[in-house]
């Protein structure tokens, strides 16, 4: 029940802070958001009707769509974020004054609130809207990703606040849309990263060895064959994060036997000892 509490109120206080930067600090500078967000301000730019009302017929026959080709669950948090997010903007004037600043400082502070709020959200397994469910289906049937969906959206917002704003505008509304993507990285994966690291080696039994004892980490081993000499050789994969794989690094240049390393940097890793 505890839990169900907490999840519930990390999306709450999501909303809250990401209303928050919307209403009281981007428009107020003139800056536009992304998503349904930002299209919402434009329209309101362009017809002065009021946004809350602008993103109920945004956002309301998506919802209504996606009811009857998704999952419930997914559908419901977008719903349910959807419905919070308009909520608190018509109310966040009330107890939180506009913060009128420069517009560099407005796009990096928005930024950060909405990366803060995202990252909330996400690890919370919620979705973060409606238009994610549109990015789904477009990724599903037309093989468009999710996040070239949200490039091709955001640019077509920016691109159409042209007609009552600058390219000023659009610069630092970029910028504070950069930083809300890094800062939601930052809180969903933290500052850890893990790296495949495959190296081709003939002391393969000895690198093994000081990843088990001192990485406390498994390897895989992939036989191949080296076509510069077409000599059978024993590669070597392993899965370590960022500081393994500086110590496993100045372990492998010390052996001095022409070691070959390339590093790719993993996705997401669970299990084996990594976190879920």
């Not at 240049?253 to 790719?264: A, E, H, K, P």
Request: proline content about 2%; hydrophobic content about 45%.
């Amino acid at each position: 029940m505890l839990k169900k509490i907490k999840h519930y109120l990390m999306i709450i206080i999501g909303q809250l802070i990401s209303a928050i930067a919307f209403h009281q600090i981007l428009l107020p500078n003139d800056l536009i958001g992304g998503g349904f967000g930002g299209l919402a301000t434009v329209i309101n730019k362009l017809t002065n009707v009021n946004i809350q009302l602008i993103l109920v017929g945004l956002c309301c026959p998506v919802i209504i769509w996606a009811f009857f080709k998704y999952n419930r669950k997914l559908v419901f948090y977008a719903a349910f974020c959807f419905g919070l997010f308009t909520f608190f903007i018509g109310i966040v004037g009330n107890f939180v004054p506009e913060f009128y600043t420069d517009p560099i400082v407005a796009a990096i502070v928005s930024g950060v609130l909405f990366g803060v709020s995202g990252g909330m959200i996400i690890r919370e397994g919620a979705a973060n809207g409606p238009e994610a469910i549109v990015g789904m289906y477009l990724k599903e049937k037309k093989g468009i990703t999710i996040g070239t969906f949200f490039t091709i959206l955001n640019f077509c917002i920016l691109t159409s606040s042209l007609t009552y704003g600058d390219i000023t505008c659009i610069i630092y509304s970029l910028i504070s849309i950069y930083i809300a993507g890094k800062v939601t990285d930052y809180i969903i994966l933290g500052t850890r990263r893990e790296y495949c690291v495959n190296i081709i080696s003939d002391n393969f039994i000895e690198i093994t060895e000081f990843i088990h004892k001192k990485l406390n980490r498994g390897v895989t081993f992939v036989p191949c064959v080296g076509t510069y000499k077409v000599r059978k050789k024993m590669m070597i994969k392993a899965v370590v994060t960022n500081q393994e794989l500086i110590t496993l690094k100045n372990y492998v240049s010390q052996l001095d036997d022409n070691s070959f390393v390339y590093v790719t940097e993993s996705i997401e890793v669970f299990g084996g000892g990594f976190t879920d």
